[in-house]
């Protein structure tokens, strides 16, 4: 069986042809970013613009209405099913709706086309969500985390924690979130996640203030980082051991800009 009869019978296996759903007119491939866009122009322009207009509603939809965004998705795919963007976008939707099974299977899928290992932590979550942690962990090893870009490094270590939380490995659960970017003096795009996280594992640990400790940075992280308006920004946070509340408010001296972080920063920590 040839690449092409393989990824078509897959595409069979799991999306029976239905209606495609509506499209507001307003909406247009332009609006997907340059990258997935230029994914798209091995197609017709006139596939091209369709599969792209489902694509952008999928991303306009996934947070309010995940059933909704998957049917776009399930659109693109069958229009361009040997796209690693639209695979990719299939099973992030997967994932949205609780289709564990399905977002594996079509993670799978994106990384054999387009070989890259940047949606490992979701494949890992994909693991455990089918009741597979051992495999999880298994799957978070087999790969160098330092060639994965920093956000995902730590998108992974949550997963795995998780992993490790599943199978009542709790004190390994904790380890797996100690790694160079659970910085309490710094707040970066993943960092609210990151220390929420840590915050769980600690409460499971019954270290509850630790656990507090963290989950209120996680707190000032998070509402720091959306009064900023770029993502790759960092935000000076003073530790709560050490300043009043008064001075951690928002917009006090203790949130200050930092600088960037980038790659080659965190691995030379490592």
């Known amino acids: 069986m040839t690449e092409e009869q393989r990824m078509q019978r897959e595409l069979r296996a799991v999306r029976p042809r239905h209606d495609d759903p509506e499209l507001p007119e307003d909406v247009t491939a332009k609006d997907l970013d340059r990258v997935a866009r230029n994914e798209l122009k091995t197609l017709t322009k006139d596939n091209a613009e369709a599969v792209g207009r489902h694509m952008a509603m999928a991303a306009r939809l996934i947070d309010e209405d995940p059933a909704l965004a998957h049917r776009h998705a399930m659109s693109a795919a069958r229009r361009a099913g040997r796209i690693a963007v639209v695979r990719e976008t299939l099973a992030i939707t997967a994932y949205a709706t609780g289709d564990f099974a ?47 870009p920093v956000p995902e490094q730590v998108s992974v270590a949550i997963a795995m924690s998780g992993a490790r939380l599943d199978l009542g490995q709790t004190e390994s659960a904790l380890s797996e979130l100690e790694i160079p970017q659970l910085d309490a003096s710094r707040a970066y795009s993943y960092s609210p996640e990151l220390f929420a996280a840590y915050a769980e594992v600690l409460g499971e640990l019954g270290r509850v203030e630790d656990a507090q400790r963290w989950s209120e940075l996680a707190a000032r992280a998070d509402a720091a980082l959306g009064a900023s308006e770029a993502d790759d920004e960092t935000m000076e946070i003073i530790d709560l051991d050490e300043t009043d509340e008064q001075d951690t408010e928002i917009g006090s001296p203790g949130f200050e800009r930092g600088v960037e972080e980038t790659d080659d920063d965190v691995r030379s920590e490592d």
């Open 102 to 148: 399905l977002a594996l299977r079509e993670l799978r899928t994106y990384r054999r086309i387009s070989g890259s290992n940047d949606q490992l932590a979701l494949m890992v979550d994909s693991e455990r969500g089918v009741g597979r942690p051992d495999r999880a962990l298994e799957l978070g090893r087999s790969v160098d985390r330092a060639t994965l």
